[in-house]
């Protein structure tokens, strides 16, 4: 992720609990990865990392799905 702060692009780093260290990026937000606090087509990419097998279900992983494509440009 550093590599990417450094050619100039903007790294987010989302945790859905605040007691999480900074060890993606400088600027962190405590949201749910099914309700982003984004607006629809902010982001050109969404890296997940350890993070599929902490949905409970199907159905949660579907709306993950859903939301990651909203805050996606197209």
Known sequence: MKLIERA???VI???RCSSMGNAVSQERVVA???QL?????TFDAVV?????HH?????RRKQC???LSRVLWP
């Open 8 to 10: 100039g692009s903007q």
């Open 13 to 15: 780093g989302l945790e």
């Open 32 to 34: 749910d990865a099914i």
């Open 37 to 41: 606090p984004f607006r629809d087509e």
């Open 48 to 52: 997940m990392v350890a993070v599929w």
């Open 55 to 59: 949905f409970a279900s199907t159905d």
């Open 65 to 67: 799905l859903l939301e």
